[in-house]
């Protein structure tokens, strides 16, 4: 079936550091990608999303790029700031137009000052 | 504002007492589902429903209900609540049309504590 593996964390980082958050992905067919969000008390929010192969989703600084040759959907932010500070979701709709969303387990995110 | 609404925020209860976790969206979505969210899992799939009268399992449908009966509302219903149904809950919902990509609008969350 289909699943989402991201990295482990927790991740810490200082201010203004580069950010890479690792997801890899296996599915059936061409998938939708999607980095959600998870500020503290709060639920998810769409962050970013690709829907075909090579199609760099980004928003707020982060990107994320669909790669389907390594299966992958890798997270990054070139300076991070103390308002980054939240889970973060890896997760894929399997087929075209389905809404199922599988998760990987999150990544929690600390930056501090 | 378009939001989804999930009530309650919070419930502590016991074993065996029927509970009822509702959620509303007011963005005319076609698509809605419940998720429970666990530490080191993610969050998994429970139960979906694709409109009014449609619904279907998830990936860990045992010991839910759910009910479609209006667009608009998708109650959670745990019948017998046991402690390993301890956990924090979202709905979601989205369009059903428009292409790949479609992205879920989540509620706040519900914390429930089964003792």
């Known amino acids: 079936g289909n699943s989402v593996t991201q990295m482990e964390g927790p991740v810490t980082l200082s201010e203004e550091a580069f950010l890479t958050i690792n997801c890899t992905y296996t599915?059936?067919?061409?998938?939708?990608l999607f980095w959600y969000v998870q500020y503290p008390g709060e639920g998810l929010q769409l962050l970013l999303k690709?829907?075909?192969?090579?199609d760099k989703g980004s928003n707020k600084g982060f990107e994320a790029t669909y790669r389907k040759e390594t299966t992958s959907f890798h997270l990054e932010k070139g300076s991070v700031q103390v308002s980054d500070s939240a889970v973060y979701f890896c997760?894929?709709?399997?087929?075209?137009?389905?809404?199922?969303?599988?998760f990987g387990q999150g990544t929690r995110l600390t930056i501090n000052p | 504002e378009a939001q989804v609404t999930q009530n309650p925020r919070y419930l502590i209860t016991v074993t065996g007492k029927k509970l009822t976790v509702t959620c509303s969206q007011n963005?005319?979505?076609?698509?809605m589902s419940w998720y429970r969210q666990d530490p080191g899992l993610g969050l998994r799939q429970i139960y979906y429903?694709?409109?009014?009268?449609?619904?279907d399992k998830g990936d860990v449908p045992e010991g839910y209900k759910v009910s479609r009966k209006e667009k608009r509302n998708f109650p959670l219903i745990l019948e017998s609540p046991s402690p390993n149904q301890t956990s924090l809950y979202f709905c979601?919902?989205?369009?059903?049309?428009?292409?790949?990509?479609?992205?879920?609008?989540f509620g706040d969350g519900t914390r429930l504590s089964i003792l």
């Open positions: 599915a059936t067919g061409y998938p939708s």
């Open positions: 979601a919902s989205s369009r059903r049309t428009g292409g790949a990509g479609q992205p879920q609008h």
């Open positions: 690709a829907t075909k192969a090579d």
């Open positions: 963005m005319n979505h076609e698509y």
């Open positions: 429903s694709m409109n009014v009268e449609v619904t």
């Open positions: 997760a894929l709709t399997g087929i075209q137009g389905a809404q199922k969303l599988v």
